[in-house]
T-cell receptor
Framework: DQQVKQNSPSLSVQEGRISILNCDYT??????FLWYKKYPAEGPTFLIS?????DKNEDGRFTVFLNKSAKHLSLHIVPSQPGDSAVYFC????????????FGQGTELSVKP | DAGITQSPRHKVTETGTPVTLRCHQT?????MYWYRQDPGHGLRLIHY???????DKGEVSDGYSVSRSKTEDFLLTLESATSSQTSVYFC???????????FGPGTRLTVT
């Protein structure tokens, strides 16, 4: 049973516009959420995180929004750049998961010049 | 970047042979993890370690074993490789369990 889901396998956006990547979760005990970015032939790199006590966290062009009632989080990238083209994974953790991160399937973002 | 290396980076092996992948860190982080990445599945945890000689199973541990005799090294062993274990394997480290983890470059394993 997939506890963390990214329902869009791919997303294409024009350079300069906003990219919105979505992630849904089913376990209400998750209380910490992360986004990772992965380029081909490289390991995932940590991008941004958010605790369940917040509903928004910003870091430069990247903002993560958390809607606990909907069990939904999203990553906004503004403005999108061609170098943002990568696979993005969301992940979640909670005390009832033994401290482990549970990852979504990933969304491949393509930013076109 | 966190100091994590994985070896080998690529390996082709035959069904039934044992395979050991190595993860080495220079960050002195307590927690180490092994994941596999497959299309449509994202990253799935195989095993993890919360200290020297302390390990536990993850989501997809069948057919894999691990060992950690030193803080800096975490070994993943496929006792008898099968074609279903063809995958990309990532090691990760963390100094805070269940928070940010930092990943190595990966090992692409092909079992023929």
């Amino acid at each position: 049973d997939q506890q963390v889901k990214q329902n869009s396998p791919s997303l294409s956006v024009q350079e300069g516009r906003i990219s919105i990547l979505n992630c849904d979760y089913t376990n209400s005990m998750f209380d910490y959420f992360l986004w990772y970015k992965k380029y081909p032939a490289e390991g995932p790199t940590f991008l941004i995180s958010i605790s369940s006590i917040k509903d928004k966290n910003e870091d430069g062009r990247f903002t993560v929004f958390l809607n606990k009632s909907a069990k939904h989080l999203s990553l906004h990238i503004v403005p999108s750049q061609p170098g943002d083209s990568a696979v993005y994974f969301c992940a979640a953790s909670g005390y009832n998961q033994g401290g482990k991160l549970i990852f979504g399937q990933g969304t491949e973002l393509s930013v076109k010049p | 970047d966190a100091g994590i290396t994985q070896s080998p980076r690529h390996k082709v092996t035959e069904t039934g042979t044992p395979v050991t992948l190595r993860c080495h860190q220079t960050e002195n982080h307590r927690y180490m993890y092994w994941y596999r990445q497959d299309p449509g599945h994202g990253l799935r945890l195989i095993h993890y370690s919360y200290g020297v000689k302390d390990t536990d199973k993850g989501e997809v541990s069948d057919g894999y074993s691990v060992s950690r005799s030193k803080t800096e090294d975490f070994l993943l062993t496929l006792e008898s490789a099968t074609s279903s274990q063809t995958s990309v394997y990532f090691c990760a480290i963390s100094d805070r369990h269940r928070y940010e983890q930092y990943f190595g470059p990966g090992t692409r394993l092909t079992v023929t």
